[in-house]
């Protein structure tokens, strides 16, 4: 599966604070949240980001609380990928869960610039820059990502460990 | 094949003989928890997977804490959610607000004595790595996670390695678990032990209540941890005959200790003698400074609670500090108890009365303002000291406003001086 979009750069330690702010923790409706995703350091993503765009930032994105609401809110904006150099723990485990593409690529998130239009295949981990010409190789998902995505993120993969168990 | 005290709660509970990091394991868990804000999202999956019941109602908590009592129609419609999902799964351990079980997730489930030395717990939260100073394993997952937990009683985790760090020497006066943590953060940054578990050790840990403990184990997300773990000594024994002499008594709790030759990817050794006050200035829990260096900083607000510092021993640090003096004229501080618990043995002990001669407000255990949510937001240009444990942007209201992160002694001196200061200047 191969995705592509323009680039909204970020840089290291980006919290799920400013991702989605407790403020409105409220609901959990993705399209509540998605009209204030990032608008703590990025008042205008809002405005600005498309169906397909990409996001990518520096270390430890994702940091801070457990809120899954924060990969919701970037997924309901239309975000197809996130690349960072690595990702908060919580932040990575909820993404798999809630079916919001991340690949890890130091390289790639240091050299791919913000408005850089971009490609990128899952199944091979590549990441072309089209805009400089450049590629990278991310890290591909380790095998029991692979069988979570396979059932259709965790709820899928849950309900068939249920049915085996008798449920 | 050696292990830390992660790797053997891990491998137990997968029913495994032994684990290495990396791998990839499903472990069974004791207790599965989450609160007013992770929960309702986590019922609206429980529902679409269909299943009738919880695995297990006693092993299932849910805790409202985040913005309760209710601050607005939306939260309450939150925690209607929950209630009434406690109520027809008959969830032992749901509890409503003012009873005396009540309070801030965190520090209840250790002082209720339903989390003891060796059990496996999850929490929609991602303080949840609290409890590892009972030496317990716990971590932080989200909804998702939590929904399927709650079906199912098992998860899966991925072994991590670990770093230990090894305590020699005691506290100088006034400084404390917080100190401590923060210094740590503060060395090997926001992400320095990612994926990792943090490992306490040495003869250090003696010069660390249990209170101190859980404030050391609450920051391990701070720096990127898994969980943050200390061995089971007497003091740990102590707390639980105390918290649960039930199942003391019946010795029914596990004991882990790691194995001498264990691998670590990094050993840190710390004197707790170099351990200075410590704060974490604006906007990362890394950006430590000594406290008595921050020069003439301004305060309008003070905060004193939370999960991370709502403890007895924290309230009543702070009654000690505050007794017999006035809180600055252009500060506001609120002290927040953990719990109800602590509530009323501060009520009992006469620490209320000494906080409301101080001018200080006392406010209903929650967790409020830590996150913004609500008992103390600041507005632009608005500087607080606390003693939370995140001090991100517009962590506690506006994007313009700054958290300084502190403990106990450091947030009450600050109180009276109006600016932050240390119980010297006193
Ligand atoms: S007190 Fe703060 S950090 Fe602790 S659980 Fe509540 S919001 Fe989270």
């Known amino acids: ?167 | 094949m050696p292990m830390t005290m992660t790797q053997k709660i891990l491998a137990d509970h997968a029913g495994l003989e032994s684990v290495a990091p990396g791998d990839l394991i499903e472990a069974k868990l004791d207790y599965v928890m989450g609160n007013d804000v992770t929960t309702p999202p986590a019922i609206k999956v429980f529902r679409q997977l269909g299943v009738k019941d919880v695995f297990d109602k006693d092993r299932v908590l849910m805790i409202q804490d985040h913005f309760t009592p209710n601050k607005d129609i939306k939260s309450a419609e939150l925690n209607k959610t929950m209630r009434c999902f406690a109520r027809e799964q008959e969830i032992t351990h749901y509890y409503e607000l003012g009873r005396r079980e009540m309070g801030i997730e965190h520090v209840i489930l250790p002082d209720n004595g339903i989390v003891l030395p060796g059990d496996l717990v999850i929490g929609a939260d991602s303080h949840t790595c609290t409890y590892g100073a009972l030496g317990a394993f716990s971590t932080g997952v989200g909804s998702t996670d939590l929904a399927c937990a709650m079906a199912r009683g098992v998860t899966w985790f991925k072994v991590p390695e670990a770093i230990k760090i090894n305590l020699k020497g005691v506290f100088k006066k006034f400084v404390t678990g917080k100190d401590l943590i923060l210094s740590i953060i503060g060395m090997i940054g926001v992400d320095g032990a990612l994926y990792k578990s943090l490992e306490f050790d040495g003869e250090g840990i003696k010069a660390l209540s249990m209170d101190g403990r859980l404030t050391v184990c609450n920051m391990a997300i701070e720096c990127g941890a898994k969980n943050g773990i200390f061995p089971v000594d007497n003091y740990t024994l102590k707390y639980i005959s105390r918290t649960n002499p039930e199942r003391f008594i019946k010795s029914d709790y596990k004991v882990y200790a790691a194995d001498e030759d264990a691998e670590y990817s990094q050993v840190i050794d710390i004197d707790l003698n170099d351990i200075d006050l410590t704060v974490a200035l604006p906007h990362l829990p890394s950006n430590t400074r000594k406290a008595s260096e921050c020069g003439d900083m301004k305060i309008d607000q003070v905060v004193i609670g939370s999960c991370t510092n709502g403890r007895l021993e924290d309230i009543g640090a702070a009654a000690t500090i505050l007794k017999g003096l006035k809180v600055h004229k252009d500060v506001r501080c609120i002290v927040i108890p953990g719990s109800q618990k602590v509530y009323r043995q501060a009520l009992e002990n006469g620490w209320l009365q000494i906080f409301d001669d101080a001018g200080c407000v006392i406010s209903t255990p929650t967790c409020g303002p830590c996150l913004g949510g609500h008992m103390g937001v600041l507005a632009k240009g608005e500087r607080c000291v606390s003693t939370t444990n995140r001090n991100f942007v517009g962590r506690m209201g506006d994007t313009e406003s700054e958290v300084i992160l502190s403990g106990v002694p450091v947030a009450a001196s600050s109180a009276v001086l109006g600016r932050v200061g240390t119980p010297d200047e006193l």
């Open chain 1, 1 to 167: 599966m191969k995705v592509s979009g323009k680039v909204f750069k970020y840089g290291d330690n980006v919290d799920t604070d400013v991702i989605i702010p407790a403020r409105y923790l409220t609901s959990a409706d993705p399209e509540h949240l998605k009209e204030h995703c990032m608008e703590d350091i990025d008042d205008t993503f809002r405005e600005r980001v498309k169906p397909g765009d990409i996001m990518v930032a520096g270390k430890n994105f994702g940091c801070g609380s457990s809120r899954e609401h924060a990969p919701v809110a970037i997924k309901a904006s239309g975000i197809s990928l996130i690349i960072a150099s690595d990702f908060a723990r919580i932040f990575y485990r909820n993404s798999i869960n809630v079916g919001l593409p991340i690949l890890e690529c130091p390289e790639a998130a240091e050299k791919i610039c913000e408005g850089d239009e971009i490609e990128a295949d899952f199944d091979t981990g590549i990441i072309t820059d089209k805009t400089t010409g450049e590629s990278f190789q991310a890290k591909a998902f380790p095998e029991f990502i692979k069988n979570i995505m396979a059932s259709g993120g965790l709820v899928g993969y849950t309900e068939s460990g249920l049915k085996s168990q008798g449920f």
